[in-house]
Structure formats: C-alpha cells, structure tokens
T-cell receptor
Framework: DSGVTQTPKHLITATGQRVTLRCSPRSGDLSVYWYQQSLDQGLQFLIQYYNGEERAKGNILERFSAQQFPDLHSELNLSSLELGDSALYFC??????????????FGQGTRLTVV | SQQGEEDPQALSIQEGENATMNCSYKTSINNLQWYRQNSGRGLVHLILIRSNEREKHSGRLRVTLDTSKKSSSLLITASRAADTASYFCATDGGGSGTYKYIFGTGTRLKVLA
C-alpha cells in the first residue's frame, strides 16, 4: 500500500459527460502529480500541484482541469468526454515540490471507460 | 513527447535467467528512477540513481547509468515468475526547477515458470 488513495477505482460514462477523479496523497506529502496511461502506453504527465499551487503542466487538454485543496487532496476534472479519453488515470505524491531525488508514490489508479 | 524510451519493448525469459532492459533519455537529468507496474495497477518504485552515480544495487536489481550516452540499464538477476510486469524508467528532466517525472514507454517482462 503506497498510502496514496484514488477514487473511484472504475468509472464508466458516456461521451460528452463530465467526471471528477479524486486523489488523497500520502500523509505529509505536499505535491501531487496526475498522469494518464492509455492502453499499453507509457505514462503521460498531465499536471502537478504543490501545496495548493499549480507547478507544472504537461500534455493536459483544455477539457481537463485540476486543483489541489487546502487539505491537500486533489481532483482531476474531465469534461466533454471522448472515446479517446478512456485510460488509466494515476495520481502520485511526493514530499517536495521538485521531486529531485525523491521517490514518487503512486495510487492504484482510476480506470475510466468512455462509451 | 516521452523523455525516455525503454528497450526492448517486450522481453520473455525463463525463470532463473537474468533480464536486462535499457532506457534512453533525451535531456540532462538530476536522477533517474525505475518503476514496476503489475498489469493495470499502480507503479511501484524500485530504485533511484543520481546523475553522479554509475551503478547501484538493491537486492536482485542492478542499475547502471551512463550520462554521456544518456542511457540506463536495469538488470534483474535470477528472475522469478513474480517479476512479470512492465518496467518504466523515469527522469526528472534536469535543471533546478523541474517538477515532473517523465516516463518512458516501458518494457513488458514475462518470466515463464
């Protein structure tokens, strides 16, 4: 158990809908990262937050947004869903904002299926 | 675009054999990490090697780093069926202000009992 909790584990929704994925980082970790993993693909970095502030942005679509709340949990909002958004969405957390020399702890992911 | 590329993409070996997978990356780094992912599950951290280190060991794992070639290798000795998983390298992109882990495309390892 990494200590990072993601909910829900599975989500099935229709095209055009909006969903929210939730991540609770490990106790004491201030930094949260979101990744998308499509079938048999590597992990694509989406966005990173540190202590409530956005720190880095990757290949995140405009239809997607995220935020980190004062209690440090984070939510990833996906809207106007398309079939191609079907993927595993992972959250990871670290203690530091830079991640330099720091192990990232991953949650078990949310499997999103858009039908 | 992906920072790292693992090679081979897939590897199938017999239990007890050694497995070697390679990772190449594009920019300078501060450190490089290897992760394991069991099918459809979260990633588990295996080992971290800093840019000023050339080799590191952890149990049956041996990691090397060649910053001049921008490459790293992960060796798993005396493999077991439980080692069957995908293995990813992750780099930090170098510099002092980088905030993201950049993953390669992964090597799918299958260890046959």
């Amino acid at each position: 158990d990494s200590g990072v909790t993601q909910t829900p584990k599975h989500l099935i929704t229709a095209t055009g809908q909006r969903v929210t994925l939730r991540c609770s980082p490990r106790s004491g970790d201030l930094s949260v990262y979101w990744y998308q993993q499509s079938l048999d693909q590597g992990l694509q970095f989406l966005i990173q937050y540190y202590n409530g502030e956005e720190r880095a942005k990757g290949n995140i679509l405009e239809r997607f947004s995220a935020q980190q709340f004062p209690d440090l949990h984070s939510e990833l909002n996906l809207s106007s869903l398309e079939l191609g958004d079907s993927a595993l969405y992972f959250c990871a957390s670290t203690r530091t904002p830079t991640g330099l020399g720091t192990e990232a702890f991953f949650g078990q992911g949310t499997r999103l299926t858009v039908v | 675009s992906q920072q790292g590329e693992e090679d081979p993409q897939a590897l199938s070996i017999q239990e007890g054999e050694n497995a070697t997978m390679n990772c190449s990356y594009k920019t300078s780094i501060n450190n490089l990490q290897w992760y394991r992912q069991n099918s459809g599950r979260g990633l588990v951290h295996l080992i971290l090697i800093r840019s000023n280190e050339r080799e590191k060991h952890s149990g049956r794992l041996r990691v090397t780093l060649d910053t001049s070639k921008k490459s790293s290798s992960l060796l798993i000795t005396a493999s077991r069926a439980a080692d069957t998983a995908s293995y990813f390298c992750a780099t930090d992109g170098g510099g002092s202000g980088t905030y993201k882990y950049i993953f390669g495309t992964g090597t799918r390892l299958k260890v046959l009992a």
